[in-house]
């Protein structure tokens, strides 16, 4: 799987923009919200993955059709309910991991919902697109291993190189990945 890919996709400039604007909240709230919560979400996949493959499996097939190549298109037909369902499904009890995340970022659980719903969306489509044509047996193995990459220092340090520090939307992408990098070393 293209780590590297999935996650400049997901935390770029122009997507915590959109997710902004779809749940109404700011660029720095949503790097908040993410940074706390992607690595949660990427582990909740793998867990699908392994405990319900084969519909899981198809529910990534149905996003990765999505397409995500123009990302403000993306997000002007993004469905927040079905996010908050792909949420609920990801992250079991979601009210518990809300609040958990809202007293981390200080970011009220309502907004947080919001964030969430609007990125769960773009979470699968990418996940589906990188895991396409793999067997819903083979899913649960290559997602797991999405948390557990062992250059993702290497993979963070290069995406942060490629960033423009005289852009807010940069520097939030910047912040976020610093911060996920240092969750998911905290995870393995």
Do not use: C, R, W, Y
Not at 26 to 41: E, F, M, N, R
Not at 93 to 103: H, R, V
Not at 174 to 183: D, I, R
């Amino acid at each position: 799987m293209d780590t590297k890919a999935l996650l400049s996709s997901l935390l770029s400039s122009s997507a915590v923009s959109n997710i902004g604007k779809v749940a109404n909240a700011s660029t720095t709230d949503v790097t908040s919200v993410l940074t706390q919560a992607v690595p949660a979400l990427l582990q909740g996949a793998s867990q699908q993955a392994q405990n319900s493959s084969a519909s899981f499996s198809q529910a990534l097939q149905d996003h990765a059709k999505d397409d995500t190549s123009n990302v403000n298109s993306f997000f002007k037909n993004i469905n927040l309910a079905d996010g908050a369902k792909i949420v609920s499904h990801l992250l079991g009890s979601t009210s518990s991991t809300t609040n958990s995340i809202a007293k981390e970022t200080g970011v009220s659980s309502s907004k947080v919902s919001s964030i969430l719903a609007a990125a769960a969306p773009m979470i699968m489509s990418l996940l589906g697109q990188q895991t396409a044509g793999t067997s819903a047996s083979g899913l649960g193995s290559l997602l797991s291993g999405l948390g557990s990459n062992a250059n993702i220092s290497g993979l963070v340090s290069g995406l942060l190189g490629g960033t423009n520090s005289s852009s807010n939307g940069s520097n939030a992408a910047a912040s976020l990945l610093t911060g996920l990098a240092g969750s998911l070393f905290k995870k393995k």
